[in-house]
């Protein structure tokens, strides 16, 4: 069965920098397209960002352009997003989510990231 | 961006009813909608995805419908384990973006 796992998040201060993982199992990782979604306390969902199967591709929302950045490991089965420059507004719980189609098929259980001095 | 726009943002209902979730995208989207659920503390879950196909293993009570800009999400039949909020997605281009949500509570 399909499972995603994310990890890497905690409490930073603004400015500081933050790397979230998702282990990928119960699926040929490497093809297929992966994203990040987050979650703002009580809050709705936003998409963040999304990888091709190969990393050839990346796709970013305004909100985090030039701040984050997606990778992923496929001999790890792993994704990644390299959060740096944070702010209070990125405060949430970051998913990882396996594509079909540019939605969203599978999804972690989620990361809280609190951006806060 | 595509803006979805979802209403109403929450309501309460009994179980038994018939409920209804619209979405209106601010351009043709054609069906590239999917709607997902999420209970408080979870992950969502995916419904429908195509405007109007069931994703595998959700109850049938569960339906959607629309093209163009305008969806809905109906459930026929409201159960207890489906109190909860429903947001619908757009995956027509990049960037991706969902309606501002819906939360179903009970009366």
């Known amino acids: 069965q399909v499972q995603l796992v994310e990890s890497g998040g905690g409490v930073v201060q603004p400015g500081r920098s933050l790397r979230l993982s998702c282990a990928a199992s119960?699926?040929?990782?490497?093809?297929?397209?992966m994203h990040w979604v987050r979650q703002a306390p009580g809050k709705g969902l936003e998409w963040v960002t999304t990888?091709?199967?190969?990393?050839?591709?990346?796709y970013y929302a305004d909100s985090v352009k030039g701040r984050f950045t997606i990778s992923r490991d496929n001999s790890k089965n792993t994704l990644y997003l390299q959060m740096n420059s944070l702010r209070a507004e990125d405060t949430a719980v970051y998913y990882c989510?396996?594509?079909?189609?540019?939605?969203?098929?599978?999804w972690g259980q989620g990361t809280l990231v609190t951006v806060s001095s | 961006a595509i803006r979805m726009t979802q209403s109403p943002s929450s309501f309460s209902a009994s179980t038994g009813d018939r409920v209804t979730i619209t979405c209106r995208a601010s351009?043709?989207?054609?069906?590239?909608l999917a709607w997902y659920q999420q209970k408080p503390g979870k992950a969502p879950n995916l419904l429908i995805y195509?405007?109007?196909a069931l994703q595998n293993g959700v109850p049938s009570r569960f339906s959607g419908s629309g093209s163009g800009t305008d969806f809905t999400l109906t459930i026929s039949y409201l159960q207890s384990e489906d109190f909860a909020s429903y947001y619908c997605?757009?995956?027509?281009?990049?960037?991706?973006?969902f309606g501002g949500g819906t939360k179903v509570e009970i009366k």
């Open positions: 989510a396996k594509d079909f189609s540019n939605y969203f098929d599978y």
């Open positions: 119960g699926f040929t990782f490497s093809n297929y397209i």
């Open positions: 990888i091709w199967y190969d990393g050839s591709n990346k």
């Open positions: 351009q043709d989207i054609s069906t590239y």
């Open positions: 195509a405007a109007s």
């Open positions: 997605q757009h995956y027509y281009t990049y960037p991706l973006t």
